[in-house]
């Protein structure tokens, strides 16, 4: 079973519509996170959630949205979707809070492409 | 700050020679430092970390150093394989909350 899936795969959109990806995790883990992979590979955090919990706002525009309906989920919905976003977006999950030396374990990751 | 630098960015090298990643970091709090390797396709695995009380760690073709003096570490990979070929990322822990991760190395293992 996959440990950290993420729906859809690829996401192919226009520019102005709103979008969402889906991130679940299987592991029992409290801390899941979303990472923003740009065209040269650049790893950033975006967000990070515990037990439902915003932790880490790394100065995302507004536009960005978590939601963590529970400890196992955490969807990034995106309003007014500007060239720019488009990236590679992971989802990540680790197991406690505020233990850096956690593991933090990947899924597969969602290439959005806005037109 | 909570730079990561990494370096090369791309590595080319033939089937069982020796690999090296280095990476510099800008905090000094910083004690932690993972190793991730990014398959094509795939989300980014940790493969090896170590931390900042300890100055190497190895795992059968895989090692870590760590200098926290010069704040700089590196992977080593030894006897590369065609499997070794990836994306493999540094990153350092960044007040305690965050990974802060270097540009990536793009690895290529020539058979």
């Known amino acids: 079973d996959t440990a950290v899936s993420q729906t859809p795969k690829y996401l192919v959109t226009q520019m102005g519509n709103d979008k969402s990806i889906k991130c679940e995790q299987n592991l029992g883990h409290d801390t899941m996170y979303w990472y923003k992979q740009d065209s040269k590979k650049f790893l950033k955090i975006m967000f990070s959630y515990n037990n439902k919990e915003l932790i880490i706002n790394e100065t995302v525009p507004n536009r960005f949205s978590p939601k963590s309906p529970d400890k196992a989920h955490l969807n990034l919905h995106i309003n007014s979707l500007e060239l720019g976003d488009s990236a590679v977006y992971f989802c990540?999950?680790?197991?406690?809070?505020?233990?850096?030396?956690?593991?933090?374990?990947f899924g597969p990751g969602t290439r959005l492409t806005v037109l | 700050g909570e730079n990561v630098e990494q370096h090369p960015s791309t590595l080319s090298v033939q089937e069982g020679d020796s690999a090296v990643i280095k990476c510099t970091y800008s905090?000094?709090?910083?004690?932690?430092f993972p190793w991730y390797k990014q398959e094509l396709g795939k989300g980014p695995q940790l493969i090896i970390d170590i931390r900042s009380n300890v100055g190497e760690k190895k795992d059968q073709r895989i090692a870590v150093t760590l200098n926290k003096t010069a704040k700089h570490f590196s992977l080593h990979i030894t006897e590369t394989q065609p499997e070794d070929s990836a994306v493999y990322f540094c990153a350092a822990s960044f007040r305690d909350y965050k990974l802060s991760f270097g540009a990536g190395t793009t690895v290529t293992v020539r058979a």
């Open positions: 905090d000094s709090a910083s004690n932690y």
């Open positions: 990540a999950s680790s197991q406690a809070l505020a233990v850096i030396t956690d593991t933090q374990y």
